[in-house]
């Protein structure tokens, strides 16, 4: 979680910013009613970012912004009136956003904006502009809403520059540039990344309105026209860069089991075949644990499917946190399986065993009762071509801990 300051003032404001910011999983807010008091904070704890009020007791002119950017501190500014001249006093020091308090939405707002901010962080983009007044411009914004960011002075250099970095995922060009120009760009970077694998938006000075539609036919997700402003640069920013999370939550659903909420047989495969080559390729250890529940068949007779399903699902949860720095599937009824890519077969086992020793002695609480459940696992790293055979490997692994009584982990 990240710690956010708030300074306001007013108690009724403070009310309604706790009660919003309150539902936020993300983020820890401490509260400050003055600037002396919100210095005092500073001094004790670092944050990611600030919202303020612009007009404190201790600070009627706005310098506690001041105090926030001296810090180095993203700062969103609330104010009870909007005031052209103010809001672009403020956009040229700094600060990342300028909310008017309008009521309920406009605190939801300043809390989207923390959220972004946050998501921010995990993102690349790559400005591309032949000015080096230009692209230090846009990257200056990119930079205060937290993304990290690339430049290149064309289209040649922006091609090397995404080959060398696959996870850049947004991309600003320019139209007109030596050697390859936005167009030509685009049409490029089209042959192999879709819409929703990178964000291309254009951008051009031209005074040619039909610029924005070849853009589009080329393939960019969207164009705007320079000059632009602070709210709408971001906004269009922040509606693609939306538009890729609901794709990507969208594919994550499809690939997620229905009951269990883990990977699905089918995407376990898919993301195997993938491990597999990346470990032959840099000649590191990959391993697979195939675990099964043990006595969930006599359970589901006892209890009921419906009993199973419920007792599944939070075994699956518990599974998922103990092994969140891997791949986890669900193979099918209680059988899932891990991929565990850097380690060999004898850290790999140990791994497994801690998991199944915290299973073991836990309990899982139901309207039925208190229930236990025993783990069988079988893990193998042997080298393979495919991930059928790794597959196969670790249930034959998995058939000797049965064989064995069960309730123990047996690997290659």
Avoid: W
């Avoid at 710690?3 to 999983?25: A, C, F, N, Q």
């Avoid at 500014?77 to 406009?106: I, N, P």
């Avoid at 990959?286 to 399903?309: H, I, M, R, Y």
């Amino acid at each position: 979680m990240k710690r956010v300051l708030v300074v306001e003032d007013s108690h009724m404001v403070t009310k309604v910013i706790r009660h919003v910011l309150g539902g936020s999983r993300l983020i820890q807010v401490d509260y400050a009613a003055s600037m002396a008091a919100a210095s005092a904070l500073l001094d004790k704890q670092d944050y990611f970012c600030c919202l303020v009020d612009l007009g404190l007791p201790d600070a009627p002119s706005g310098e506690i912004v001041d105090l926030m950017l001296s810090k180095k501190l993203p700062c969103i500014v609330l104010t009870a009136s909007f005031d052209e001249q103010r809001r672009g006093e403020l956009l040229k020091k700094g600060v990342v956003d300028y909310v008017t308090k309008e009521g309920r939405y406009s605190y939801e707002l300043a809390l989207n904006t923390i959220h972004r901010l946050i998501l921010n962080t995990q993102y690349k983009v790559l400005v591309v502009d032949d000015s080096a007044v230009q692209r230090r411009m846009l990257s200056q914004l990119f930079k205060l809403q937290l993304f990290n960011v690339y430049e290149a002075e064309d289209g040649v250099d922006a091609v090397k520059l995404i080959l060398d970095n696959p996870d850049i995922r947004l991309l600003v060009t320019d139209y007109q540039m030596p050697r390859m120009d936005g167009f030509e760009l685009v049409k490029n970077l089209r042959v192999k990344y879709e819409k929703s694998d990178l964000i291309i938006i254009g951008l051009s000075s031209e005074d040619d309105r039909s610029l924005s539609a070849r853009f589009i036919k080329y393939g960019a997700n969207d164009f705007l026209q320079k000059p632009f402003n602070h709210e709408e640069f971001f906004c269009r920013i922040n509606h693609n860069v939306e538009f890729l999370e609901l794709i990507e939550r969208i594919k994550d659903a499809a690939n997620r089991d229905e009951l269990c909420a883990c990977y699905s047989r089918s995407h376990f495969f898919r993301v195997a075949e993938q491990r597999i080559n990346q470990a032959e390729d840099k000649n590191t250890p990959l391993s697979l644990a195939v675990l099964e529940l043990e006595g969930f068949d006599l359970f589901n007779e006892q209890q009921g499917f419906n009993a199973g399903d419920e007792a599944l699902k939070l075994l699956a949860g518990r599974l998922m946190k103990s092994f969140d720095r891997f791949f986890l599937a669900r193979l099918g009824g209680c059988k899932f399986a891990v991929l565990m890519p850097g380690l060999d077969n004898q850290k790999a086992c140990a791994y497994v065993e801690k998991v199944r020793q915290l299973l073991a002695a836990s309990t899982v609480s139901l309207p039925e009762g208190q229930f236990s459940f025993g783990v069988a696992a079988g893990v193998s790293s042997r080298r393979v071509q495919n991930a059928d055979q790794l597959l196969s490997s670790a249930i034959s692994c998995l058939q000797r801990a049965n064989d064995a009584g069960g309730d123990i982990v047996i690997g290659d």
